[in-house]
């Protein structure tokens, strides 16, 4: 008796990127930015063993329904856009203490003419919102 081959078929199928100039979203769909809100709080610098930080009034993960990333070895962390001031920057949003901490730079809160004990006002929201994109029919 012939053995017979088990094959396997594959329908492959290019999914247009915005850098094809030939290829174009079809009309009942559209590529959409999701918004992440962006947050102002008042807060008081501390200086801490690692440098200055500003407490941070709520759960990053569960405001803004993301998840923590790995900073460095050994630290994990909520990376963001922030703006204290006129200064803007952008830092990492960290656990510690059952808190949450906004990592101020020194150089930052110099610029910002922000010391150590001085309360301020901070915005922040996340650089995850950057590289999200999702398709949603119209």
Known sequence: MAQRANLIYVRVRKVPTLADADLQIPSRARVQTPTMPTERFDAVLHEGHKGSAAQVPFDPAARWM???QAL???????????????????????????????????????????????????????????NLHRVTDA
């Open 72 to 130: 460095r070895p050994g630290r994990r962390g909520f990376r963001v856009h922030a703006r204290i001031n006129d200064s803007e920057f952008e830092t990492a949003i960290v656990a510690r203490s059952r808190k949450f901490w906004l990592l101020v730079p020194a150089e930052i809160a110099r610029s910002a003419a922000v010391s150590v004990g001085d309360c301020a006002r901070f915005v922040v929201s996340p650089l995850a919102a950057e």
């Open 66 to 68: 993301i998840t923590a």
